[in-house]
Each structure stands twice: as structure tokens, then as C-alpha cells.
């Protein structure tokens, strides 16, 4: 007799307990298989600890090969679900299509970043719900000190030491209250202009800060922020964010390169094209994560409406604590139902409190309703976060006890780029990549993975905090931040991201429009088409993928089909440059020819990164085309928009090795 099939998609907190439990209880009487984008289960609750440099990326990351044993795991994300033929449909990493059978189907995809209709905020926003988005905040923020550090107009200083964080749950209260040590510690390395400092802004709807916790921990919270000189404004928001700032509900604008959305989360938009039951874009299971009428399905965490049997009547909050729970209950009820032991039992639980980081030895706890603050909060606090991963315990203890004694290295790696990193994804914990596969079929700025739904913009909607040391909820629904007069999300496509006809492979990962590197600007390049070996150095130019290298194509080829023709030579964004994905650049402009035998002048040729042989892809020859670009990869242009609130008309203000 063949053994079953399990599928199991996503290997967030739920996913990666039913994949660990299941491995336990089924001892290879059942095929496990783990559906997920990446090779590692990341502890969300430390991400803000990433950002301020506390703990290094891979302290909060547990290998799902190393600890799953008689676990398969797929590297992929799903696109379609067959629920007749009973087969998961998905994209790998590198744009290649599969199909998983599955005998049980365990839903457990997640949440992604919940988008409100407020004009600019998908452009100039950045989210706060990976790995890729915590490690570009880091760099950021490290440059934009340093630019500050060396800025000789003290509008541009202040400007780019004034970081707007919107969000006061968990997510949002923690990462202002290390965002602010850490730029406190970089200022006393990069001294400001007399009388400046590093500026953070907190901002949410509700009365207060941590609205979902105890007034005294709330208290406790806001009087840590306040000590620390973070801008706490409750009652206030965003109301429109552009290149030089955001214009806040109240009327002010406050000049900023730094606009941080943590308002929250909703779940991942898969489970809505399945035609079953929802509930406030979630799907509807019973006690047993059954979902009804479909007995091989079960689903839970921040997909699933999971009935409250403490509260009759409501479904349990999408935190990370519940779905930690779920996940064990899950795979318990799916061996029963395949008669591999034990007996299907429903989902019940007892909240055990609140922990918030807020930095240092601070935070604030409620453990089992005993109200703590200060030291014994943070002792505790950091307690539970050991106990609670599911590895690394020890390099994370480590680390804690390095940054106690010593100073934090404030450098940038520029590993993650901003275009990269959109708020607007259904893959956050996978940055984009040039030419990479497309975004998940059907998904738009206006239906798409972070759309808001009319219950996100009445104040209700879905929306909680996404970590929350997995104690709590952020019950603020979509009403953070909504404007009066903002256009409905999806008007106008989001730059960089597939507008309402785009149809792609793969969620969250397709091609961005790219803007060029600050450091072009600083050296004097055109902003629209300056020549770089980065994406976007020249229209119709794609920058090759890996993958193309790996079969053997030369990095140097070009893509000579591309919508608008070649461009005119001696003119910014003209012939692209060697030593570029490309060939030469525009002669006679900035940023053009080096000097031979100078330092970034012509390399030598039939050497990486020199002229690509003739009658190649990007060689001389006009009558060989290079790979033809994906069809939604759209040339860049002037009207390409950067990163989060970024300046491009005053070159001088530019970064240098912008990341």
C-alpha cells in the first residue's frame, strides 16, 4: 500500500510546526512535503534586532532541511490550487513550474503587508515582514547618517535624519525604539551638524501606543519611547508620502527620506482564489482547522478563521503565538485522519501576555497577567524569545551578550536594494531580482497581494501586528492612516509593480521598474538612463540572470528588441557602457569613457567584465539578438520612482554606494 501524501504550503510559525510535528507523529508512514520560498523558517519576533544591529541575519533563521527530518522540502511558491484534482501548483526560484498531488493539503500561507488607499505609499513605503526588508533598513538608515554626517545644508541634515515609522503596534513600537539607539549610537561616531540629532516618528490612529495591551504596559511603553527622544503622535498619520516627505494627517509635512509601514498585515491572497467560505479575507475552518465540505483540506494561522471557543462567536487574531499553537493541533488532526495515531481534537487556547522589546535592558511584559517593566520586563522578555526558537538559542545568547559589551558595527552591505524590497508583494521574504519570475497570476495594486478591502479602509479589515513577540494583536484594522481624500489603492499602478492587466508566474517577485544608482547621480550621470552595471542602466537593457550565466551566456548580452528601439547615442541613458551589462557608454556625457590605464578605466579585453566578443549577444554585431526580455518587463524611464521618500533632483545630496 503507497503511503500518503502530505502537502503542506508555507513554513511560517504555523507551517513549520505541522511540517515538525507531522515528522514526528508519521515516522515515514506518510510523504511530508514543504512547500516554501525559502530554505529557512524566520523567528519574526527579533527581525527589529536585525535592523538595529543587534543580531546578525542568520541568528533568526532556522535551516528547515537541518531540523525537519523525513520532511521534503520544495523551494517555491504556490500560484493554483487544484482542490478536484487535489494538486498544488508552483514556481521555483528560478521561474521553473511544477505540481505537487497531495492526498492532505495543509493551508498555511501566511500574511503579507497590508496597502491602504493613501496616495504615495506604495512608492515610497517600505514594509517590515522579512528578511530582505529588514536588512535594507539597516543599510539605509546607516547611510542616510552617514550623508547626513557630511551634508552641508542643515535642511538636507534634518531631512535625512528624520525616519517616520507608521504603525504603533508591536512591530512599529519596537522598531522606533531600536531604530532610535542605533542612529543615537552611529551620531556619537559621525558627530551631526551643533544642535542635530537622529529624529523618530511614531504614528498611528489609535489613543495610544500598544492599544491591544494593558494601559500600564501601554504607559510603560510610551514613557521608554519619550526617554529616548522618539516623536510619539497618536491620533495622527500619514496622509500622502512623496520624493521629500510625508504630509501627515494634522497638516504638517515633515521632510524625510525614511517612510517605515508597519500598519499591519492581512493574509497571503492565495487562499481567496480557492472559491471557498471567507471570512474578512481569510479562510473559514472549523475547530478541528477543517475546512468545511473539504476534508482533505486543513488550514491555519493568519489564513485561517479559526473559531475562538474562549470567545464565542469570534476567530482567534493572526499572531504569531496562535499560529505556533495551530500548527501542532494541525498536524495532530491530519495524522488522525489518516489514521496514523491519536484522535482529532479541537483548537483551544489560554493567552499567556504580552512581551515588547523596546531595546537595551527595557521592555515591557505581561507574562501570565503579572504586569512587569524595566529590567525584570527585559529579562523575561528575551527569556521567552530563547525558549521560544526553534533553534540557534545559543549564537542568539551570544550575540546579545557581544552587543552588551561591545559597540555595534554601523556598515552597509548593500546586499538588498530598495526595488527590491516593494511593499507591495505577496513573496516578502524574497527579494525581487532583475528578469526573475513574474508576480502571481491575477494579482494587481488594486486586487493584489497588500490591496486594501473596504473592511481596511472602515477600520476594521484584518489587519494585526506581525509579530508581537507571537503574544498579541494589533487591533487597529485598516484604519491607520487612511486619508479623506485618498485614491482607492490600484488607481494608478504602483511603480515598479504589475499593474491590473500584468499577469505573471509567480507571486511578489516580478520585475520592478529600477531607478539608477545614487552614486551615478553623485558622479554627475543623467538620473534618466545613467550607465551602471545595475539594473536600469540603460532602456532596453536587461541585466543578465544567474541562471543565464550558469548555462553558459555571456554576461555582457544584451536584449536589442525592446519596447522603444535603441536609444540615441550621445544622449543620457544612450549606448550602454562596457564593462556593463551591455557594451559602451554614451560618449561625451557624465559618467562616460574612463581614462585608459586609469583606476575604472577600460578593462582589459577577453576578461570578465571586458568587450564582449563580436557576433556574440552584446557584441558588435547587429544581427544577433540577445535573449529576449520577459513579456512584463518594462523599460526603465525618467519617470521611475526610488526608494522610500528619495530625493533625485540635487545630485550633491546624493548617496554614495547607495545599497
Not at 103 to 111: K, P, Q, Y
Not at 140 to 155: F, G, I, S
Not at 168 to 177: L, M, P, Q, R
Not at 491 to 511: L, T, V
Request: glycine share 14%; net charge neutral; hydrophobic share 30%.
Amino acid at each position: 500500500m503507497s503511503r500518503p501524501r502530505i502537502v503542506i504550503v508555507g513554513a511560517g510559525f504555523a507551517g513549520y510546526r505541522t511540517a515538525r510535528t507531522l515528522s514526528r507523529l508519521t515516522r515515514g508512514r506518510a510523504h511530508v512535503t514543504l512547500l516554501n520560498p525559502t530554505d529557512y523558517f524566520l523567528y519574526l519576533p527579533l527581525l527589529p534586532q536585525v535592523a538595529a544591529g543587534i543580531l546578525e541575519p542568520r541568528r533568526v533563521t532556522v535551516s528547515l532541511s537541518d531540523t525537519l527530518p523525513h520532511v521534503r522540502l520544495v523551494l517555491g511558491g504556490a500560484d493554483r490550487i487544484d482542490l478536484d484534482e487535489r494538486t498544488v501548483h508552483y514556481t521555483g526560484p528560478e521561474g521553473e513550474e511544477g505540481t505537487l498531488a497531495y492526498d492532505r493539503l495543509v493551508l498555511t500561507a501566511g500574511s503579507v503587508n497590508k496597502l491602504l488607499p493613501i496616495p504615495g505609499v506604495a512608492e515610497h513605503a517600505h514594509g517590515f515582514r522579512g528578511l530582505p526588508e529588514a536588512l535594507y533598513l539597516r543599510d539605509h538608515v546607516t547611510r542616510q547618517v552617514e550623508l547626513a554626517a557630511a551634508a552641508d545644508d542643515a535642511k538636507t541634515c534634518a531631512a535625512r535624519c528624520t525616519f517616520v515609522v507608521v504603525g504603533a503596534g508591536y512591530t512599529g513600537t519596537e522598531v522606533a525604539a531600536h531604530g532610535q539607539m542605533f542612529t543615537d549610537a552611529q551620531v556619537r561616531r559621525h558627530p551631526l551638524r551643533r544642535g542635530m540629532r537622529p529624529r523618530w516618528m511614531l504614528l498611528d490612529v489609535a489613543p495610544r501606543v500598544l492599544p491591544e495591551m494593558d494601559p500600564k504596559l501601554s504607559a510603560t511603553a510610551d514613557r521608554v519611547l519619550l526617554q529616548r527622544g522618539v516623536d510619539v503622535r497618536m491620533g495622527t498619520s500619514v496622509k500622502e508620502a512623496t520624493h521629500d516627505g510625508v504630509l501627515l494627517t494634522d497638516g504638517e509635512f515633515v521632510d524625510t527620506r525614511t517612510l517605515v509601514w508597519c500598519v499591519g498585515v492581512r493574509p497571503d491572497p492565495l487562499v481567496e482564489s480557492l472559491g471557498l467560505p471567507m471570512e474578512k479575507g481569510r479562510l473559514l475552518v472549523d475547530p478541528q482547522l477543517q475546512v468545511p465540505g473539504r476534508p482533505e483540506v486543513f488550514s491555519c494561522g493568519d489564513v485561517a478563521a479559526v473559531p475562538d471557543l474562549e470567545k464565542p462567536g469570534g476567530y482567534t487574531p493572526m499572531t504569531a503565538q496562535h499560529a505556533w499553537r495551530q500548527g501542532r493541533i494541525a498536524a495532530e488532526n491530519v495524522a488522525a485522519s489518516l489514521g496514523l495515531g491519536g484522535v482529532r481534537k479541537p483548537y483551544r487556547h489560554r493567552d499567556l501576555g504580552f512581551v515588547v522589546d523596546l531595546g537595551g535592558a527595557k521592555a515591557a511584559a505581561n507574562p501570565l497577567g503579572v504586569t512587569l517593566s524595566g529590567v525584570p520586563a527585559g529579562a523575561v522578555t528575551r527569556g521567552y524569545h530563547l525558549a521560544a526558537m526553534p533553534g540557534n538559542r545559543v549564537r542568539v545568547a551570544a550575540d546579545w551578550l557581544l552587543d552588551a559589551v561591545l559597540p555595534r558595527q554601523a556598515v552597509q552591505l548593500g546586499l538588498v536594494r530598495s526595488w527590491s524590497v516593494p511593499l507591495d508583494t505577496s513573496s516578502p521574504e524574497v527579494a525581487r531580482v532583475p528578469g526573475g519570475p513574474g508576480p502571481r497570476q491575477g494579482t494587481s495594486a488594486r486586487s493584489g497581494p497588500g490591496a486594501a478591502i473596504e473592511t481596511d479602509t472602515q477600520g476594521g479589515g484584518t489587519g494585526t501586528d506581525p509579530q508581537g513577540g507571537g503574544t498579541g494583536t494589533d487591533p487597529q484594522g485598516g484604519g491607520t492612516g487612511a486619508g479623506p481624500e485618498g485614491a482607492r489603492a490600484g488607481d494608478e499602478p504602483a511603480k515598479g509593480r504589475p499593474g491590473p492587466a500584468q499577469a505573471g508566474p509567480r507571486p511578489g517577485s516580478g520585475p520592478a521598474v529600477l531607478r539608477p544608482f545614487e552614486s551615478d547621480t553623485a558622479k554627475g550621470r543623467p538620473d534618466d538612463g545613467a550607465p551602471g552595471d545595475h539594473p536600469g542602466s540603460a532602456p532596453g537593457v536587461l541585466r543578465p540572470s544567474e541562471s543565464d550565466t550558469a548555462k553558459g551566456r555571456p554576461a555582457g548580452a544584451t536584449a536589442t528588441h525592446q519596447p522603444g528601439g535603441e536609444p540615441a547615442k550621445n544622449q543620457p541613458g544612450g549606448e550602454p557602457a562596457k564593462d556593463q551589462p551591455g557594451g559602451e557608454p554614451a560618449k561625451n556625457q557624465p559618467g562616460g569613457e574612463p581614462a585608459k590605464n586609469q583606476p575604472g578605466g577600460e578593462p582589459a579585453k577577453n576578461q570578465p567584465g571586458g568587450e564582449p566578443a563580436k557576433n556574440q549577444p552584446g557584441g558588435g554585431s547587429q544581427d544577433v539578438a540577445g535573449p529576449p526580455p520577459p513579456d512584463d518587463q518594462p523599460p526603465p524611464g525618467p519617470g521611475t520612482s526610488p526608494g522610500p521618500v528619495k530625493r533625485t533632483d540635487a545630485p550633491d545630496d546624493s548617496a554614495k554606494g547607495d545599497s
